[in-house]
């Protein structure tokens, strides 16, 4: 089983600010099947990022992700208040499909 | 826009089994693999498994003893069925579509394991 850690667990941050979340695999995973999640409280997750850097419909152009292997990044250049949510990394590429355990950003 | 809705009982007693069934709108259930996915109260995601209409499946290996999963073309619907549930299965259960990148996701619905 492929094992994702996120990093750091909580970013406190200020809108405008730059947020840097990482995720990392116990083992490497292919680009096109690595995925980020937003979660709102009370919501259901949203696909936030697709094939490791593709936004999903929706998502602003000031999120990127990128990353190969074993490291991914999600970022967000500048926050809006919108953007204080949950975020969660998944690898589909290796069964079981697993989820990293999240990094909450929370306004600072 | 494919819309997904979980419905099933919102209290399970210890040792019964939880049973889910998610109604599909705007998509066949045969075009697309049709994934569980639960969440415990202020946790985050865990995978349960994933079923194609054909029968093809796949499963967490935590949950693989207890875990069925079905598809029923003819109502638009997929199902879950966890047997011998515990505390530990107290959760929002969601339904999504796809195995990965999953772009769309049911509501959640809370299951309470409790007596």
């Known amino acids: 089983e492929i094992v994702l850690t996120q990093s750091p667990g909580t970013l406190s941050l200020s809108p405008g600010d730059r947020a840097t979340l990482s995720c990392r695999a116990s083992?490497?995973?292919?680009?096109?099947?690595l995925a980020w999640y937003q979660q709102k409280p009370g919501q259901a997750p949203r696909l936030f990022m697709y094939?490791?850097?593709n936004r999903a419909a929706g998502v602003p152009a000031r999120v990127s992700g990128s990353g190969s292997g074993t490291d991914f990044t999600l970022t967000i250049s500048r926050l809006e208040p919108e953007d204080f949510a949950v975020y969660y990394c998944?690898?589909?590429?290796?069964?079981?499909?697993?989820f990293g355990g999240g990094t909450k950003v929370e306004i600072k | 826009q494919v819309q997904l809705q979980e419905s099933g009982p919102g209290l399970v007693k210890p040792s019964e089994t939880l049973s889910l069934t998610c109604t599909v709108s705007?998509?066949?259930?045969?075009?697309?693999?049709w994934t569980w996915i639960r969440q415990p109260p202020g946790k985050g995601l865990e995978y349960i498994a994933y079923?194609?209409?054909?029968?093809?499946?796949d499963y967490n290996p935590s949950l693989r003893s207890r875990v069925t999963l079905s598809v029923d073309a003819s109502k638009n619907q997929f199902s879950l069925q966890l047997r011998s549930v515990t505390a530990a299965d107290t959760a929002v259960y969601y339904c999504?579509?796809?195995?990965?990148?999953?772009?769309?996701w049911g509501q959640g619905t809370l299951v309470i394991v409790s007596s």
């Open positions: 999504a579509r796809g195995r990965g990148a999953h772009g769309a």
């Open positions: 705007g998509a066949s259930v045969k075009s697309y693999y």
């Open positions: 079923s194609y209409h054909t029968g093809s499946t």
């Open positions: 083992q490497s995973v292919s680009d096109t099947n």
């Open positions: 094939d490791a850097s």
């Open positions: 998944q690898q589909f590429g290796s069964s079981p499909l697993t």
